[in-house]
């Protein structure tokens, strides 16, 4: 069975420093991958999505970048965080062939202090 | 750019009691996808509907697309304190080469025993 894993779960970083979070998907090949972050009261918002490795494609301009190193594997990460990085990030993945549902990851809490 | 939109935003049920939550879109659905998150946590898929007047069930879960494919529907029969949570829906956006979904801004769903 397939199983996505997020870390970290929580995260406190001040204004300024750099941002990493990982994302890895088990059980399945070919992923179609996806970022998104949560913010209050700011609903569900797709940041990257990714149809293979090095394939990024990214929703709306903003201060992070993503990257696909490896098939099932999806970073998400910022030079330089700002006071309005902060929210919840979820991580999801679907089939590759374009429908069908995600399955989302556990998330990780970012906040910038 | 389709939207949905969610109604109630929140809502607050005796257990035992049934319960509606609707997702309204503008713009007709090809696919609609509910989730239900619970509070610091990951989405965890519910029901997808394709087909206009589709109906689909999950325990005491009932979800509906109207013929029109522009609304649906989440049905909660004899609330439990199980089914508290945020629900969400999402629609695809039909993009090849990868899923993308867009989401409602959630119902909160809260169960007093």
């Known amino acids: 069975s397939q199983t996505i894993h997020q870390w970290p779960a929580t995260l406190v970083q001040p204004v300024g420093s750099p941002l990493s979070l990982e994302c890895t998907v088990e059980g399945t090949s070919n992923p179609n991958l996806y970022w998104y972050r949560q913010a209050a009261g700011r609903g569900l918002q797709l940041l990257f999505y990714s149809v293979g490795i090095g394939q990024i494609s990214s929703e709306v301009p903003q201060n992070l970048s993503a990257s696909r190193p490896q098939d099932r594997q999806f970073i998400l990460s910022s030079k330089k965080l700002l006071l309005s990085d902060s929210g919840f990030y979820l991580c999801?993945?679907?089939?590759?062939?374009?429908?069908?549902?995600?399955?989302f990851g556990p998330g990780t809490r970012l906040t910038v202090t | 750019s389709q939207e949905l939109e969610q109604s109630p935003q929140s809502l607050i049920v005796q257990e035992g009691k049934n319960l509606t939550i609707n997702c309204t879109s503008s713009?007709?659905?090809?696919?609609l996808y509910w989730y239900k998150q619970k509070y610091g946590e990951g989405l965890i898929f519910l029901m997808m509907l394709q087909k206009g007047g589709e109906e689909k069930s999950h325990e005491k879960i009932t979800a509906k697309l109207d013929e029109k494919k522009q609304q649906s529907s989440l049905h909660i029969t004899a609330s439990q304190p199980s089914h508290a949570g945020i629900y969400l829906c999402g629609a695809d956006l039909k993009i090849q080469g990868a899923q993308k979904l867009v989401f409602g801004q959630g119902t909160r769903l809260t169960i007093n025993p």
């Open positions: 999801a993945w679907s089939l590759p062939s374009g429908g069908g549902e995600q399955y």
């Open positions: 713009k007709t659905l090809y696919g």
